[in-house]
């Protein structure tokens, strides 16, 4: 298995340039998310998908859109990026909720993709 | 509102001594504790899980202590080595349909 996968690596944007981040999992995860981390900040939610055709806001969901078309991937798209947006951003995926009713149990994440918007 | 804190950004410690991190919160009801570490330049990998109703978790130099009394957690890294020098991030997962919630981390270097 891959695991998650997340291209590209790199990015650098202008502002006002909108871009897709993709992310994909071959593990048949139900749940996926996005984070950003920032210096300082710690891992942030943007969105997340509890599965195909379903997804909700995290704690920063402005400024990104998502969609769930698929059970294996999961790309966040950037409208109009701004400076604010540099960041490095982080996907990931798990089972799904666990018996208790609670959230996501292991998440396992993707390398990362490092972005800049000037 | 809800915190999760982990007590300190960085911390420097001997080879071969124990290195304890500590991670509180506070207006949780958390259901399961998660542990990851995380290198430069990569994303975070799951190290331990413990839930609410466990006092204690072991894999192999690794250990995990959860007490919802103190609303705290601690992870230990026994005998440690400059290997085990990164990000280590706790993450709290609550009942119901909210997502893991990660502290800011603590930076662990070990020193030779």
């Known amino acids: 298995n891959a695991g998650v996968t997340q291209t590209p690596k790199f990015q650098v944007l202008k502002t006002g340039q909108s871009m897709t981040l993709q992310c994909a999992q071959d593990?048949?995860?139900?749940?996926m998310s996005w984070y950003r981390q920032d210096p300082g900040m710690g891992l942030r939610l943007i969105h997340y998908?509890?599965?195909?055709?379903?997804?909700d806001q995290g704690e920063v969901p402005n400024g990104y859109n998502v969609s769930r078309s698929t059970t294996e991937d999961f790309p966040l798209r950037l409208l109009s990026a701004a400076p604010s947006q540099t960041s490095v951003y982080f996907c990931?995926?798990?089972?799904?909720?666990?018996?208790?009713?609670?959230?996501?149990?292991?998440?396992?994440f993707g390398p990362g993709t490092r972005l800049t918007v000037l | 509102s809800q915190k999760i804190e982990q007590n300190s950004e960085a911390l420097n410690i001997q080879e071969g001594k124990t290195a304890t991190l500590t991670c509180n919160y506070t207006?949780?009801?958390?259901?399961?504790l998660q542990w990851y570490r995380q290198d430069p330049g990569r994303g975070p990998v799951f190290l331990l899980l413990?839930?609410?109703?466990?006092k204690e978790k072991r894999k192999e130099r690794l250990k995990v202590t959860f007490d919802t009394t103190l609303k705290q957690s601690l992870f230990h890294i026994t005998a440690s080595q400059p290997a085990d020098s990164a990000t280590y991030l706790c993450?709290?997962?609550?009942?119901?349909?909210?997502?893991?919630?990660f502290g800011k981390g603590t930076r662990l270097s070990v020193i030779a």
């Open positions: 990931a995926s798990s089972h799904g909720w666990t018996e208790r009713g609670s959230s996501t149990d292991t998440q396992y």
């Open positions: 998908s509890v599965g195909a055709g379903i997804t």
């Open positions: 413990i839930r609410e109703n466990e």
């Open positions: 207006n949780y009801s958390p259901a399961y």
């Open positions: 993450a709290l997962d609550s009942y119901g349909n909210t997502p893991l919630v």
């Open positions: 593990m048949n995860h139900e749940y």
